[in-house]
């Protein structure tokens, strides 16, 4: 098969995607979302500028958010989608990745791929020739922050120069956030036990960037002055329920008391699904502070411009 004519554009970290991509991708989001307020849910965008195309989705985990919003991202931008849990398709009895990217190729517009390992988003993207986005791994998960920074926007009129504070694992939704500050221009700073910091090539590589990120182990200097405070669960999807685990992270719940050491007017944000009562108490995930469903909201507005950028249609 002859080469593309132009390089594909994947989306499978922030990183790889850049500061300016992401600009211009979270700018769209705002204007669409502003376009479409008080439209049916189904309805197309005026300018419907994916018609004809279809997005294939692949999941070898399980999802709600991810699932539905990029489905409805798809419907709004006048496109379709086909959606396939990895175990009913070859791939989970053993056609390698690297055909089923070459075979979906020749039948869809782009792919979404949710899965355990890292390295197959790569390949998958590696033998593609339309753009492969990145739905979750156990390393990343740059749509959910996409949303995240959408949130903050939407909320804070600004996201560079804003403080962020994360409580918890040092899991796949940190590397995006600590990514997206390198390049954002927002502050992260972890509050995290030792044994569950971040992949150190995460922060070398936010560092490198110019990156403000430091790990503190007590979770109250972590939040004190912060304008966000995000968590996630500290059981992620494929790990197993290990007591210590839960045991060295309960002093880094999210609960009334520490977000009253964040800034005034501080978000709490969390990219669910929750589990009340370990993470985060209800009284903050339910109270005032909470953004949390209109930053699951945002997982559509900032998919469609996700979307858009893949296609060459922005940026
Ligand atoms: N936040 C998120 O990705 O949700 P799902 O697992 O439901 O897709
Ligand atoms: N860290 C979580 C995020 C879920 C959206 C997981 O990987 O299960």
Redesign the pocket.
Known sequence: MSAPLTPVRHFLDLADAGAEAIAAMLGDAVERKQARAGWPKGRADADAPLAGHTLAMIFE???????VSFDMAMRQLGGTTIVMDAGSMQLGRGESVADTARVLSRYVDAIMI?TDDHAKVAELAAHASVPVIN??TDWS?P??VMADMLTVIDRKAALAGTRWAWLGDGNNMLHSIVEAGSLMGFEVRIGCPAGYDPAIEVLEGALSRGATVQIVRDPAKAVAGADVVVTDTWIS?GQSHAEAKIAALSPYQVTPEIMAGAAEGAVFLH???AHRGEEVADAVIDGPQSAIWDE?EN?LHAQKSVLLWCFGLLG
Do not use: W
């Open positions: 985990k399980n999802s709600t958010r991810t699932r949710r739905g979750l998960h749509c959910q999807m990219c669910l699904p699951a997982r």
